[in-house]
């Protein structure tokens, strides 16, 4: 014997899909372009999604280089220009920065990462100046005061 | 993608027009539908399509309700005549084909008796109903797509499925 709820849902199914078979040509065609449309109007939108993409992309790419060109370049000329204005207003002879110079760097650079300064001074102090002890009694003179950067003042002669 | 859509558009037209009881109105909706489905749903896995499809078409639906009401709020203000002729839908989707008239006729006579006791019943009933009956939907995925709980899809289902009985009779049976 039938089930008559399922024999209701075989009926209800069955005239629902006659009609749908049923659809008029107009509308048939109609319901069959839907599908069409929608693929082609999401295929348009991603499509221009990416070609506004690549523009907008090459354009903050470029701005990014001149800028930090510029930047570059900028930083480049002031460093220079402090350089040169060191040089120019301090009261050394030429023949120091192109001779002594590098040494007086390298000589800064292990002074200021104090890197087992108690020997170093020892030993500087007895190569340079047996009466001048750095750190006991004579304070260092701030670089400042001989206008070259990064050059303290007691090793200047 | 296309496949899917091929094998529900027909159906979701339907479900549509019962709602909307506008052809034009109806072929909007599902092509709105589609639209949003390929451009949301359209990473989701397979299996998931149709529930999430019949989500957005019953989120359609629910949005051309809402416009609808405030139209029909202007309309009063307006005093429009807000009785349209809509026409009866069978007429407009009638096809005369190559069949049995006495075949057509009867399966004419079926449609439009489901049609009617259809339209009888409340929207959310109607669409839980067909989603079920027809699209052979889940008690949890038709719960999704309408946006309730399960025990209101069953209720729905229930009530919907019992009125139905009721009114067309012992020959659906």
Redesign the interface.
Known sequence: MND??K???K???Q??N???E????E??V???Q??????D??RK?SSRLVWGAVPATVVALLLVFLLNGQQKNSLQQISSDITELSILTATDTLDFYAEEIEFYEWLSEVLENETDLSDLRGDLSTFFAPDLVLGSGIKRRNSSECGITGIPGDFRG | ??NF??SI???A??LALFACHN?DDA?DL??DS??K???KY?QKPESEWKALFYKILQNKIRDFYRREAIRSRWRVWFGKNSEETVGDALE????P?NKNPEQETE?KF??SQ?QTELEKLSLKQQQVF?LR??EGLSVKETAQAMKCSEGTVKTHYFRA?EQ??KNLGDQ??
């Not at chain 2, 407009?92 to 096809?95: C, E, K, P, S, V």
């Open positions: 008559p709820n024999t209701f849902d009926n209800i199914r005239v629902l006659q009609s749908i049923d659809l008029d040509l509308t048939a109609k319901v069959g839907l599908k069409y449309h929608a693929l109007t999401s939108r | 993608m296309e859509f091929k558009e027909r159906q037209f339907r052809r072929l599902v092509q589609m639209c489905f390929v451009d359209s407009q989707l009638a096809d084909r399966e079926k449609f489901l067909l009956a027809w499925t139905l009985k659906w049976l």
